[in-house]
């Protein structure tokens, strides 16, 4: 009974190896550290980000679509990398060494980058009204800089939201609770860091100079690394659980090879071994459920699977093994449906600055010219303010009503923010109309700004914000819990592979709409002077997808399953 308050249930172990003591580990005075950590990356994330759109264009010379697909293509690539650290932290080196290394790799990349907006010869040469010149290899170097930062980016982005939640003990219902304000408040760290980036860091870049605005992430990552070796002796850490990728071929192969075979009607007689833990390391086991019946064959003892002493996996899986295939498999679904959000979330950091680089910046009565790229902003303040909103108020008050520990579900609170985000297209397509009758009404077509304040942008940034505490916060939380303990970090990878695919989806819909409207020698709806253009066409193109894919979340969340976890780890 003293070992049972003492350690925890759930299978973590301090640096030293040892099971994680409850009381010198874990919970909220290990989080610091992980969200510093988190604060200092994305600033240095956004940072470097927010405004790249018109470094494309301005310093590499490049035409706006052109410009915004490259944006959108490089983001895409830092949320598909994560299938890369993900895999390597669930299978051999765990969530603690995977950030280590990858950090060094950010950091490399980031200082790389700097240097190529810094350095004569690596710098592109500007010339005052002439614009700036980029010869092939100062644009190569300047792209080999930003996918070493995607790269690195892919050992992080799936690693540090699991790894805080792991120090909280899944089987410890006060912890447990704890664990879902964890998420809200990860999120929050994010976008203080964004907030920083996207005012600050985004004027200095234009303001005083690239090298600088992409010095100061590069020595932010710096401080990153430092505050996450800072917490060590605090964290609990989760025991790599080998190769997900060949436990679920092994399913898949048994299950084939025993196509033929009945699956018996009792689930007790399907194979499961009899120790406390699970075969899978640092993996509890899984209950049996009904759906996907066909994957139980895999788990159907028959007499020539006994003929050795050990068992063959690749013949013979466990019940644990067979239901890991199917939660991942449940996951897909909703997976698939975050990739049309993600698609508008993407416009924050390609159209919408473009929109906004039309507009009148100036603050007045002064003659301060606000970055376009530093809109964002107010993304992030709706995010900061809806955090503790929805945290404090929200979840206690829905908790009142419907019983459920964290006052609404993970799938409710993605629906609304799906629901929120249909308004923020629509909002950013009034804005457009409006913008676009100023310039015929008054023959501003040649204008670089038109005297209409950037600041009607703010409800577009405000809305996606709000659908962000819903959508992206919910997402995370729904595919740590939902996912097996031994994939964790591979299922959380498979969620921001959602940002990556909207980024291209985007870029697809982008190309495509550029060559239909573009037929017949027409302008298009997004020229390079978008004063010609249609821009507010495509923001309700992605509003009508948006409510196509609403329609598609709510019937599947209608048949999704919750995963069900047996016993502890110890």
């Known amino acids: 009974m003293e070992d049972d308050d003492v350690y925890t249930k759930d299978g973590t172990i301090d640096h030293r190896g040892n099971p994680a003591n409850k009381k010198e580990t874990g919970t909220w005075k290990a989080c610091p550290f992980i969200l510093g950590n988190e604060f200092c990356e994305r600033l240095a994330y956004y940072g470097m980000s927010s405004n790249l759109v018109t470094y494309f264009k301005e310093r590499l010379g490049q035409h706006s679509s052109t410009a915004a697909n490259n944006t959108l293509n490089w983001s895409g690539t830092c949320y598909i990398t994560p299938l890369i650290g993900a895999f390597l932290a669930d299978s051999y080196l765990g969530r603690y060494w995977t950030i280590a290394i990858f950090s060094t790799i950010y950091v490399t990349g980031m ?43 892919g050992g992080i982005k799936p690693c540090v939201s699991s790894y805080g939640a792991d120090q909280f003990d899944d089987a410890d219902e006060v912890e447990k609770k704890h664990k879902a304000s964890f998420f809200n408040w990860f999120y929050l760290s994010i976008n203080v860091g964004a907030l920083i980036a996207s005012s600050v860091l985004v004027w200095v870049q234009e303001n005083v100079s690239w090298g600088l605005g992409f010095g100061i992430p590069a020595a932010t990552m710096a401080v990153a690394i430092v505050s996450f070796f800072s917490g060590t002796r605090l964290y609990r850490n989760q025991k790599p659980g080998g190769s997900p990728l060949i436990r679920i071929a092994q399913v898949v192969v048994a299950a084939m090879r025993k196509r033929w075979v009945e699956v018996p009607a009792d689930k007790a007689l399907l194979y499961e071994v009899a120790d406390a833990e699970s075969v899978i390391k640092g993996s509890r086991k899984l209950d049996h459920t009904q759906d996907f019946r066909f994957f139980d064959k895999a788990a159907v003892e028959i007499q020539t699977d006994h003929i050795k002493d050990s068992v063959n996996p690749w013949m013979l899986c466990t019940v644990t093994q067979v239901e890991e295939l199917k939660a991942i498999i449940r996951l897909l679904p909703i997976w698939a449906t975050g990739i049309m959000f993600s698609a508008v979330y ?51 008050v829905a908790r009142k009503f419907t019983g459920h520990k964290n006052g609404i579900t993970q799938l409710q609170r993605m629906g609304i923010g799906l629901f929120i985000s249909i308004f923020a297209m629509l909002s950013a397509g009034v804005v457009e109309l409006v913008r676009l009758r100023i ?26 914000g709000c659908a962000e505490v819903f959508t992206f916060i919910g997402q995370l939380e729904f595919f740590y819990e ?89």
């Open 439 to 464: 310039v015929r009404r008054h023959n501003y077509y040649e204008l670089d700004s038109i005297p209409m304040s950037i600041f009607w942008q703010v409800p577009q940034y405000f809305l996606i």
């Open 346 to 396: 993407s416009q924050m950091g390609s159209l919408f600055v473009l929109q906004g680089l039309t507009m009148d910046r100036r603050l007045a009565p002064s003659s301060f010219k606000i970055p376009s790229a530093s809109l964002s902003i107010f993304d992030t303040i709706s995010v900061i303010i809806w955090v503790p909103i929805y945290d404090r108020i929200i979840v206690p």
């Open 482 to 570: 939902q996912a097996p303990d031994a994939t964790r970090s591979l299922c959380s990878a498979l969620s921001l592979t959602t940002v990556a695919l909207g980024n291209y989806l985007s870029s697809l819909l982008v190309t495509i709409v550029t060559k239909v409207s573009t037929r017949h020698g027409k302008r298009g709806w997004i020229p390079d002077n978008l004063n010609y253009g249609h821009l507010h066409y495509f923001f309700w193109l992605l509003a009508i997808l948006s409510v196509i894919n609403l329609g598609a979340f709510l019937v599947i969340s209608k048949w999704y399953k919750y995963k069900r976890s047996m016993g502890t780890l110890r």
């Open 111 to 153: 200082t790389f980058l700097t240097l190529t907006a810094s350095v004569p010869g690596l710098k592109p040469t500007c010339h005052g009204n002439d614009g700036c010149h980029a010869t092939d290899s100062q644009k190569a170097a300047f792209i080999l800089a930003l996918y070493t930062i995607a790269l690195g980016t």
